[in-house]
């Protein structure tokens, strides 16, 4: 991957190019992916098992696993909420 980074979604610092590697979809930089971790983290990851057999077959044959990623949006918005919190001198 060529040098290109984009913003994290909560303080717009750079997100480190390792992690934008490992996990293109990302949003968050890796301090806000850690603190994320507490509400759920970023993501939520579902899995379908794959059937390779045909419908009505007495045989049942198993393929792969398929995992989706779907963006934890209420994880998100706290860690947002958090982050205001804290640059304006909130507590809880």
């Known amino acids: 991957m060529a040098g290109k980074t984009r ?10 190019m390792e992690r934008l590697e490992t996990i293109p979809e990302t949003r968050l930089c890796l301090e806000h992916a850690e603190k994320v ?43 947002k909420d958090e982050f205001e919190d804290e640059k304006w001198g909130k507590k809880e």
């Open 37 to 79: 971790k507490k509400h759920g983290g970023e993501f939520t990851v579902t899995s379908t098992q794959e059937r390779t057999s045909k419908p009505g077959s007495l045989k049942i044959n198993f393929g792969g696993v398929t995992p989706t990623m779907t963006r934890n949006h209420k994880a998100m918005e706290k860690l």
């Open 7 to 16: 913003p994290c979604e909560i303080c717009m610092r750079p997100i480190e």
